[in-house]
């Protein structure tokens, strides 16, 4: 396992984090459809992954309205993980019921929910306090405001965000250095090698002001995992038949898959392997976010941190997966050619 810095702090986290989409649910709904483990199984599988290395945690407020928070807090304590070899990210934004002001990044609700969470946790802080997506009405000083006030407090030490566009964290991390206040460490987004859509814009933003890449759903929702055949059809126990998500370009992932079983048999892995890979393999990702409902699945996850792509398998993979060109892209890269990279007189 290996280890990446969060941004541009000081915090190492491992290559792999563990997400918690997989505890709790059992009311119906689309929390049971991703999974519905409790506290023997989560407590299995918090402690295979911190046993291999993992030191990194992501859940999240909604997450089964509490469940997950409250089993992944129960499992640290009755595993017995130092506090201080671990790293615990949670979120809010998403309602937590159908009064108005339970949703959203108001003062009012991050307060209360920043609160609800270390309860639920049974920490005393929050490592990576992130908003979980866009509030449209919050004033982005308030939200900033909000955070700062909150990581000053103790009860929190880094602060991030997951599904916001790069205009959006640039005019944040703008406000933040105006003001003095702490800044975002990190962005959650979708992506996969069938879903490179953040390469466009978010990418390079990362990169420029030094924002860790979390990437979530790497095998976009089980479609990558190897078990759907050509026609995309499901196997039988797959959330896809009951939770369609996320969003996926159907011809371009079976492409992508094409490419990615003669790579799978070559290694004698799974496809699903591939696919973490060549996520680990992007400089750019500071850490990809695995769920499992087993150990055996989990285990199969992080052995991808063993795999050594070759250069041609990278080739093959990222020919297989390339974005269609998309404009200003595609001017941008035509324009830099103009000037040399080490002009000589």
Not at 83 to 104: C, F, L, Y
Request: glycine share 8%.
């Amino acid at each position: 396992m290996r280890y990446n810095l969060l941004g541009n702090s000081g915090l190492y986290v491992s290559e792999l984090c563990l997400g918690t989409m997989t505890f709790g649910g059992q009311n119906g709904g689309i929390w049971e459809n991703i999974g519905k483990l409790q506290i023997d199984d989560v407590s299995k599988i918090v402690k295979t992954a911190f046993d291999s290395g993992i030191n990194f945690f992501d859940t999240a407020n909604v997450y089964s309205f509490g469940q997950s928070e409250l089993l992944l807090g129960e499992a640290i304590h009755q595993v017995g993980l130092p506090r201080h070899e671990i790293v615990i990210a949670t979120k809010a934004t998403s309602p937590m019921s159908s009064e108005p002001n339970n949703s959203g990044h108001s003062r009012y609700h991050i307060m209360n929910q920043v609160d609800e969470s270390l309860k639920r946790l049974k920490l005393d802080h929050i490592d990576l306090y992130q908003l979980h997506g866009v509030d449209r009405f919050t004033p982005t000083e308030e939200v900033l405001r909000t955070l700062d006030d909150i990581v000053r407090s103790g009860k929190a030490r880094y602060i991030g965000v997951s599904n916001w566009s790069a205009w959006q964290i640039a005019k944040a991390l703008g406000i933040s250095e105006r003001r003095g206040f702490a800044r975002f460490e990190s962005v959650q987004s979708y992506y996969t090698i069938a879903g490179r859509d953040l390469e466009r814009e978010l990418v390079p933003m990362a990169k420029d002001q030094k924002i860790g890449i979390m990437a979530w759903s790497p095998l976009a929702g089980g479609l990558l995992s190897g078990k759907y055949d050509a026609d995309g059809k499901a196997p039988a126990g797959s959330r896809r038949l009951t939770f369609d998500f996320p969003i996926v370009d159907r011809p371009r992932a079976q492409k992508c898959i094409d490419a990615m079983r003669p790579i799978a048999q070559r290694h004698s892995v799974s496809v699903a392997r591939v696919a973490l890979g060549w996520l680990l393999h992007q400089p750019h990702v500071t850490s990809v976010i695995i769920g499992a409902k087993t150990t055996d699945q989990l285990g199969d996850n992080i052995a991808s941190t063993t795999l050594k792509l070759s250069e041609e398998d990278l080739k093959a993979l990222n020919e297989a997966s390339a974005l269609p060109p998309e404009y200003p892209g595609w001017m941008i890269e035509r324009q830099t050619t103009y000037r040399p990279d080490n002009p000589t007189k």
